[in-house]
């Protein structure tokens, strides 16, 4: 079945530093990931989608100066907490979709979550 | 901008009780995609519907989508500790591409041994 890993699991900084979170689809390519903001006990906001080669679309209300999205390849989608503050503190998700099966389902697999915790 | 909504927010039962969640959406869905969330863990897709009225089911559990394609449900028969977690169903509006899902806020399903 399709994988995606997320690097790292967790992560601690400080205050006023920047984080970067990789999203990586290991055994098909992804033209298409999708970042999600998980807060305790609720559901999934998505924050923004990655398209491989171009910009990301952001969600509304989301700032894009602040979660830098960066989708190089077809198979790695990285985001970048810039200048991160302790309200930023919260469990990172990451989903891709099989250009393969595209046309069969709009199914997303999802990485296994960054925990970041801004001191 | 489009809602979707998920009734019950949370489910105790006893193991071998039947369990049902309820996914509302304010605009007419293309499709809708059920997940799963174990405590700790990552959504897993279930499934997916597109059709009005579909019904599809997966050994215990039964999804149906609404004939209006507004609604969905997903029905646990018998549960198990392994049906614990949260259920998430996932909304594309008919006017998008598929592109962006919106996810209810989940129902979380204790079992009770």
């Known amino acids: 079945g399709a994988v995606v890993s997320q690097h790292p699991s967790r992560v601690i900084c400080k205050s006023g530093t920047s984080v970067k979170i990789e999203c990586r689809s290991l055994d098909f390519q992804a033209t298409t990931m999708f970042w999600y903001r998980q807060f305790p006990k609720k559901s999934l906001m998505l924050m923004a989608t990655?398209?491989?080669?171009?910009?990301?679309?952001?969600e509304q209300g989301v700032e894009k100066d602040k979660f830098l999205i960066n989708h190089a390849s077809l198979t790695l989608s990285t985001l970048t907490v810039t200048s991160a503050h302790p309200e930023d503190s919260s469990f990172y998700i990451c989903?891709?979709?099989?250009?393969?099966?595209?046309?069969?389902?709009?199914?997303?697999?999802f990485g296994p979550g960054t925990r970041l915790t801004v001191l | 901008g489009q809602q979707v909504m998920q009734i019950p927010q949370y489910q105790h039962v006893q193991e071998g009780e039947d369990f049902t969640t309820y996914c509302n959406s304010s605009?007419?869905?293309?499709?809708i995609q059920w997940y799963k969330q174990r405590p700790g863990g990552h959504p897993v897709f279930l499934i997916q519907l597109v059709k009005s009225g579909e019904v599809k089911k997966q050994k215990r559990l039964t999804f149906q989508f609404g004939e209006a394609k507004k609604n969905s449900s997903l029905h646990i028969t018998a549960t198990q500790t392994t049906d614990v977690g949260t259920y998430f169903c996932a909304a594309t509006p008919r006017d998008n591409y598929g592109q962006n899902f919106v996810f209810g806020p989940g129902t979380r399903l204790s079992v009770l041994p």
């Open positions: 989903s891709a979709r099989d250009v393969g099966r595209y046309n069969s389902y709009n199914e997303q697999f």
């Open positions: 990655s398209n491989e080669g171009s910009k990301a679309t952001y």
């Open positions: 605009t007419t869905l293309s499709n």
